[in-house]
């Protein structure tokens, strides 16, 4: 199985502030690494897709980059409904596999 | 719009199947390429990928729950279903389906979640 390893694991910032998240792969996945976000008691969300790719319907201030093992989810400028849990998902190989979470409190 | 909902029993008793159904509205389970996924999540923790299920009925599964799991389509339905066998506590979790769309194999449509607890 693939592992993935998110970074960090919990942060603490305020409305406007610029997010940065890392995850990384135990082995090159190219860029079939996807972004979900996850509010309490919800399904998770499809952020960003082939590692850099905005979903429909994203506001523009969420980005991804990177490829092979190391890949980055950027949050520009915070806002109160971005507060979250954020999860990388491989979907180069089965098992698929998730990211422990990150999660961005007030 | 495609929408998923997951039905089934909320509580099962240790040793016994969990068993569950995705409802497949909004477009036919056959159309596309798409695969039809179950993922679980533990009361506070991280998303678990169980397995998914192509049209046609084919599948892959997570080796570490392969000898416990089924997933099925039943087309006429638009439908498809996960069978967990000889469940224990450590099998209570959110269970949530979701759609798989090639290309990327992203899962772009997912199921509101149901919440399964294995009990006596």
């Known amino acids: 199985d693939i592992q993935m390893t998110q970074s960090p694991s919990s942060l603490s910032a305020s409305v406007g502030d610029r997010v940065t998240i890392t995850c990384r792969s135990s082995?090159?996945?190219?860029?079939?690494l996807d972004w979900h976000q996850q509010k309490p008691g919800k399904a998770p969300k499809l952020l960003i897709y082939?590692?850099?790719n905005l979903e429909s319907g994203v506001p523009s201030r969420f980005s991804g980059s990177g490829s092979g093992t190391d890949f980055t989810l950027t949050i520009s400028s915070l806002q109160p409904e971005d507060f979250a849990t954020y999860y990388c998902?491989?979907?180069?190989?089965?098992?698929?596999?998730f990211g422990q979470g990150t999660k961005v409190e007030i | 719009q495609v929408q998923l909902q997951e039905s089934g029993p909320g509580l099962v008793k240790p040793s016994q199947a969990l068993s569950l159904t995705c409802t497949v509205s909004?477009?036919?389970?056959?159309?596309?390429?798409?695969?039809w996924s179950w993922i679980r999540q533990p009361a506070g923790k991280g998303l678990e990928w169980i397995g998914r299920?192509?049209?046609?009925?084919?599948?892959n599964y997570n080796p570490s729950l392969k000898s416990r799991v089924t997933i099925s389509v039943d087309t006429s339905k638009n439908q498809f279903s996960l069978t967990l066998s000889s469940v224990t506590a450590a099998d209570t979790a959110v269970y949530y389906c979701?759609?798989?769309?090639?290309?990327?194999?992203?899962?772009?449509?997912w199921g509101q979640g149901t919440l399964v607890t294995v009990s006596s």
């Open positions: 998902q491989q979907t180069y190989s089965t098992p698929r596999t």
């Open positions: 979701a759609r798989e769309r090639p290309s990327t194999s992203s899962s772009d449509y």
């Open positions: 909004g477009g036919s389970i056959s159309s596309g390429s798409y695969y």
């Open positions: 299920i192509y049209s046609s009925g084919g599948t």
């Open positions: 082939g590692a850099s």
């Open positions: 082995q090159s996945v190219f860029r079939f």
